[in-house]
Nanobody
Framework: QVQLVESGGGLVQAGDSLRLSCAASGRTFSRSAMGWFRQAPGKDREFVAVLSASGYTYYAGFVKGRSTASRDNAKNTVYLQMNNLKPEETAVYYC?????????????????WGQGTQVTVSS
């Protein structure tokens, strides 16, 4: 069983940066692929970034070059650094975990997720 708690969201202005954190419980964290997803009001949850257990990262096109995902297995924590935020990126951001080392882009491939953290970007 893995429990995930996101933090770091907030209200920022366009062009600002935020670093989201996701603290995970459970002894299998280091062997879990982790994903970041987001969901805006009235829209489906969409893929943002993923980290394999080995640290490989992959990003959605709309954040590539502006965001960096990382993990600290010693702290059981993953991070998402987001720069130059845009108003259309206002959403609840979720951290998700898979019971496998390999990454996936589909939300349905993940086994655990947190409660989310709200990111609001004003223009």
């Amino acid at each position: 069983q893995v429990q995930l708690v996101e933090s770091g969201g907030g209200l920022v202005q366009a062009g600002d940066s935020l670093r989201l954190s996701c603290a995970a419980s459970g002894r299998t964290f280091s062997r879990s692929a982790m994903g970041w997803f987001r969901q805006a009001p009235g829209k489906d949850r969409e893929f943002v970034a993923v980290l394999s257990a080995s640290g490989y990262t992959y990003y959605a096109g709309f954040v590539k070059g502006r965001s960096t995902a990382s993990r600290d297995n010693a702290k059981n924590t993953v991070y998402l650094q987001m720069n130059n935020l845009k108003p259309e990126e206002t959403a609840v951001y979720y951290c998700e975990a898979r019971q496998t080392t390999t990454w996936a882009r589909s939300d349905s491939a993940y086994d655990y997720w947190g409660q989310g953290t709200q990111v609001t970007v004003s223009s």
